[in-house]
């Protein structure tokens, strides 16, 4: 099982000279993977949760397939509908190349409701329009001269090279908890990709469903690369009220453990809490947890990532 970083690539502390230490933290620390967040135009909405400054992701994985040299590179999420898929196909398939093959597409529909406005996309269409563009996408990555006819874009012999380095295609990790974020990574994906599980909550219930959902669309269980909330604390947590990923070292490691049972192949580590944007004004904080978890569980990792 692979462990990676979540960026925080917005925020009173996001800076070029801050979105460096988080590299060199991740690569220093031996994270596999660093995975940025997705808006575009950070109206109200978004600004009370991810306040600007705000580095969106396309340009940011241009500048980390330089800066890098080992980790996976990618979105969690990117949103779907915000862009033409031409131009989501076209950037990531660029990152890929020149990364040397390192880039994880991560996507969802998304929620701010007012940047959907202030984008001119239809919010309530959002699904939809996500499942159009994968498709133009996937048929982009695949062929060197690529059509798609469909209900929110259609484009006939497009010129696609570069495509992406790595074959079949890079991976498409599909986000959300929902039963129709579930079907749609079956669809579309290599990976599902839930966000913030509690304890046992996979095991017990999401895992079951998507294999029920398999078997009703014919299709073979995606990989499982969830994203899970990182606060290291002194004392245990209680078990009953906080997230995996919550709580003492030895606490997390068994959330770790759990999850690797249960067949993830990649766990997100994300230390933004609830929202609270005091805390971005302080990144060495959010560093000093991926710390922890790198002295306390990064044996785990190592023996399952090879």
């Not at 239809?122 to 048929?139: M, S, W």
């Not at 690369?225 to 070292?249: F, H, K, N, Q, Y």
Request: glycine residues 8%; charged residues 20%.
């Amino acid at each position: 099982m692979k462990l990676a970083v979540n960026l925080i690539n917005f925020g009173p502390s996001a800076t070029p000279a801050t979105l460096e230490s988080w590299v060199d933290l991740a690569e220093g620390l031996g994270f596999h993977g660093l995975m940025t967040s997705d808006h575009v135009t950070v109206t109200e909405d978004v600004h009370e949760r991810y306040p600007a400054p705000f580095y969106e992701p396309l340009s940011t994985l241009g500048w980390l397939a330089a800066r890098t040299r080992r980790v996976a590179i990618g979105t969690t999420v990117s949103i779907l509908p915000y862009r033409s898929p031409l131009e989501t196909a076209r950037a990531f398939a660029n990152v890929d190349q020149l990364s040397g093959g390192r880039v994880i597409l991560g996507v969802g529909i998304g929620w701010a409701e007012q940047e959907f406005a202030a984008l001119g996309v239809p919010f309530r269409r959002r699904g939809r329009i996500t499942d159009d563009y994968l498709t133009a996408i996937l048929a982009l990555w695949g062929s060197d001269v690529a059509s798609h006819e469909g209900e929110f874009v259609s484009f006939r012999n497009v010129h696609s090279a570069p495509r992406p380095l790595q074959t079949p295609r890079p991976p498409v990790w599909v986000g959300g908890n929902s039963e129709a974020a579930m079907r749609r990574a079956l669809r579309f994906a290599t990976a599902w990709h839930p966000l913030r599980l509690r304890p046992h909550e996979l095991g017990e219930t999401l895992r079951p469903m998507l294999r029920t959902l398999a078997v009703e669309a014919s299709q073979p269980v995606p990989e499982i690369c969830p994203r899970i909330r990182l606060r290291v604390t002194e004392r245990p947590a209680p078990d009953e009220t906080r997230l995996a990923g919550e709580g003492s070292l030895e606490q997390i490691r068994a959330d770790l453990e759990e999850l690797e049972s249960e067949g993830c192949t990649w766990v997100l580590l994300d230390t933004y809490h609830d929202y609270h944007v005091e805390e971005l004004r302080h990144p060495e904080q959010h560093w000093s947890m991926y710390q922890a978890v790198a002295a306390h569980c990064f044996d785990l990792a190592a023996e399952t990532a090879g």
